[in-house]
């Protein structure tokens, strides 16, 4: 199974790790609506809705660039309605945007928790429900419908919480909306999954973040290559699931790892949070 004619609708994809995943699906033909806010170049923050749209059409696919704040109910929808005139539906949504902030409670401001919960966890469930009309109806035309959450497995252990709960709690609305919408939608045919790195990886907005050494990360491509299976996987088979990357993809039978190295050689990579 390829992603060869697909429709992906994919939140903030224009740079990163949702970027990542659209060249990916790119490579097979694949159609990316690219839902992000960035329209415009930041010198802090390189890649726009543009420059992803450039880079998916040289890879192969066909691209649409919708400037998208996942927070506003009626950009949304109306990102959704363009996506449909241009590409006739939505088989596959990927929900990537997020926000992130690791602070304490007296150092997180509560515009900072707003914007954490708007877009992780309200973000995640509105373009799933704005999507699912499609999502249907594609599990009726027998095209492989999936949801996409990047966001962690669940884990009620203290230490992953008391750091900075409000971005644990925003993640893990992610999660939840897996865990939720993957019994909700398995009736449809709609696989709902999420999908988390074992390691740091390496993006712009880790850069952003005091003292992280970016190389001892990974690649953004490790990701790309386990969501590109669990999207070509059997929807009604593969579902519910909340998948690590390097063991995914180990189970496919991927041996070699070092070519997702930032650095080449790297042993002691930094560890991503949440994985047990």
């Known amino acids: 199974m390829t992603l060869q004619g697909k429709t992906l609708f994919i939140t ?47 890879a192969g696919g066909r691209a ?7 927070r506003d109910e009626a950009n949304v929808l109306a990102s959704v309605e ?11 949504l990927v929900n ?20 954490m919960f708007g877009v992780n966890v309200r973000g995640t469930y509105l373009c799933t429900q704005a999507c699912l009309p499609q999502l249907i109806k594609s599990a009726q035309a027998g095209r492989n419908p999936h949801v996409l959450n990047m966001s962690p497995p669940l884990s009620m252990r203290e230490h992953w919480f008391s750091p900075h709960v409000a971005y644990t709690m925003a993640k893990y609305g992610m999660s939840e ?19 988390w790195p074992r390691t740091a990886v390496a993006t712009a907005a880790l850069q952003m973040i005091p003292g992280v050494d970016l190389a001892k990360c990974r690649t ?16 009604k088979a593969t579902t519910g699931n909340f998948f690590i990357d390097d063991a995914l993809l180990a189970q496919h039978g ?23």
């Open 64 to 70: 649409l660039a919708l400037q998208t704040d996942i």
């Open 82 to 92: 363009q996506a449909v005139a241009r590409f006739g539906g939505i088989d596959i």
């Open 254 to 276: 991927v041996t070699d790892f070092e070519k997702y190295s930032v650095t080449p050689g790297t042993k002691d990579f930094i560890p991503d949070f949440f994985v047990d």
């Open 220 to 235: 953004p491509e490790i990701l790309a290559d386990a969501a590109y299976l669990i999207l070509t996987s059997d929807s």
């Open 177 to 195: 909306c897996t865990l939720g919408h993957a019994g909700e939608f398995r009736k449809f045919g709609i696989a709902v999954n999420s999908l």
């Open 12 to 58: 903030g994809a224009s740079r990163g790790i949702g970027l990542a995943i659209a060249l990916r699906a790119a490579r097979d033909g694949a159609n990316i609506v690219i839902a992000a806010k960035t329209a415009e170049t930041n010198p802090k923050l390189p890649g726009t809705i543009h420059s992803a749209a450039a880079e998916i059409e040289a």
């Open 96 to 115: 990537n945007a997020s926000a992130i902030s690791l602070t304490p409670t007296d150092a997180t401001p509560m515009k900072r928790f707003d914007l």
